[in-house]
């Protein structure tokens, strides 16, 4: 095959070897690019070695991009298109030293078989709201971390895997404005790296920061939810997957069963404390495995039998019978207690745990079994509604039925002093204790004195309470207690 050189005149260009009026399809990378019509665009030369404009302060310049032949026959061009369809990005690996950077900086990423390359990482309006720095705006859709147009377009045309660098959407920290956006430029730190992200379908995990905190010290307070699977979807994705027949109406189930209001309050309480502690962080976690299939405040190596004698509900649901499902169930707690596992180690040792709940008004007399749905009709039509005993308005989780306390020293008085200016009573051990079995009580046998379950009752945080049936949660009346609570904490935290 005969080179076309630079300045070459097309009318002249020599024939190669496989045809007649075939002409070179050869790209120059550095030189120039010749297609099939024989038409030619000029392309200016790059040094063989620029600094990042992007980056001043950067001392790594580009390698020297060598002058290469490199086919494009119909292989490389349909993954082109392919690549360009997914967004600019081939799948592959990610360098080991691979750096997380705002906009700005640069970020270091690795090929199979070729060296390291340097690209911008650009900032992504879905996580900060503004422009890319080194993303082209005609194609927004690129993610955060992903090599430009230009560097993009000749690893695809060295056939390498390009590997993507994500910002992190779990680090995340309140604006005035009251939504989550990420953290500024610079501001990531190796306390962040180490609380872990969250995991779809499993858990969200949030990080709030105090305005004067310190990103090198672990956070010094963990709100865990683990019933807060309360939107419908998360019910309705996990029961599309499962083969087993489930109960008509097995969503009103859900409904009286899962705590709504808890992740509502619980990101209202972080952000109550660390207003009042701007020198902290504190750390949520929202379990997304719904309780109606399987219980994350369950350990499900434990028989049911312990678990009735404590008067809790089974750790899976009576009507998941498939084999299939229960591996499904079992995976998806068992990476719930992985990731909550991680971010015990990354809080501080004695950081303050809160576990926190939200229950139904009252307490009715209906087992958990696969006529549940009907029981509960049964019990909570407005003829035999009255009957049941009502609940207080905040429970505090402290004994087992050993009588043994694990609340911490002054908490329980603590938020009968503060709660109670709110006018609303709390109780302590009446409706449930810590029974074996829970995961409650695994948390405070593990921290001894640093671990609080509190319960809050559900009428108390929604628009209107109806059994069985979607409820709103009202954030003003969040918003009335969740400082009440931060109160409390600051006495023992």
């Known amino acids: ?92 690996r990610r360098s080991v030293g691979t750096r997380e950077r705002g906009e700005g900086q640069m970020t270091s990423l690795a090929f199979p078989g070729r ?59 309140p604006d005035p404005s009251g939504g989550w956006t990420s953290p500024r430029p610079g501001q990531e730190s190796t306390v962040a790296a180490m609380v872990p992200e969250s995991i779809e379908h499993i858990a969200d995990v949030f990080v709030l920061w105090g305005t004067e905190a310190d990103r090198t010290e672990p956070p ?59 020198r902290s962080s504190a750390v949520v976690v929202r379990s997304r495995i719904p309780r109606t299939f399987i219980d994350c405040n369950r350990r499900v190596d434990v028989d049911e039998a312990v678990l009735r004698a404590g008067g809790v509900t089974p750790g899976i649901g009576p009507w998941v019978r498939a084999d299939a499902d229960r591996r499904l169930l079992l995976e998806r707690h068992a990476a719930y207690m992985a990731l909550m596992d991680r971010v015990l180690e990354a809080v501080a040792p004695d950081a303050a745990v809160l576990l926190l709940h939200t229950f139904a008004p009252r307490s009715v007399g209906v087992q958990v079994t696969e006529r549940v749905v009907e029981d509960l009709r ?50 302590d051990s009446e409706t449930w204790l810590l029974p074996a079995g829970t995961v409650a009580l695994d948390r405070a046998l593990a921290r001894p004195g640093r671990v609080l379950c509190v319960e809050v009752r559900r009428d108390h945080l929604v628009e209107e309470w109806l059994p069985m049936e979607p409820l709103t949660v009202d954030p003003g009346r969040v918003a009335r207690l969740a400082p009440a609570i931060a109160d409390a904490l600051l006495v023992w935290s």
């Open 1 to 92: 095959m005969h080179r076309v050189r630079s300045g070459t005149d097309p009318s002249r260009r020599t024939p190669d070897r496989r045809g007649k009026n075939a002409y070179s399809r050869v790209r120059w990378c550095a030189r120039g690019r010749s297609d099939r019509s024989g038409s030619r665009r000029r392309r200016s030369r790059r040094p063989r070695s620029t600094r990042c404009r992007g980056n001043p302060m950067s001392r790594a310049p580009f390698p020297a991009f060598r002058s290469r032949r490199i086919r494009r026959g119909p292989r490389a061009r349909g993954r082109s298109r392919a690549v360009r369809a997914r967004g600019g990005a081939c799948p592959g």
């Open 115 to 173: 060296r390291l390359w340097r690209g911008r990482c650009g900032t992504h309006p879905e996580y900060s709201g503004g422009g890319g720095g080194g993303v082209n705006r005609k194609r927004d859709r690129i993610p955060p971390g992903v090599l430009g147009r230009r560097a993009a377009g000749r690893i695809v045309a060295c056939r390498v895997a390009a590997a993507r660098v994500r910002l992190r959407a779990s680090t995340l920290r």
């Open 220 to 278: 010094g307070l963990l709100i865990e939810v683990p019933h807060g699977a309360t939107s419908p979807a998360d019910f309705r994705e996990l029961a599309e997957r499962l083969a087993s027949p489930l109960p008509d109406g097995l969503d009103g189930f859900f409904h009286v069963n899962t705590d709504v209001g808890a992740p509502e309050l619980a990101e209202a309480v972080g952000r109550a404390w660390v207003e009042r502690r701007p």
């Open 378 to 427: 049964a019990a909570w039509h407005p003829d035999r509604v009255e009957a049941w005993p009502l609940r207080p308005d905040v429970e505090v989780l402290s004994r087992t039925p050993a009588g043994d306390v694990h609340a911490p020293a002054g908490a329980v008085a603590a938020l009968q002093a503060c709660v109670g200016a709110t006018g609303l009573r709390v109780a």
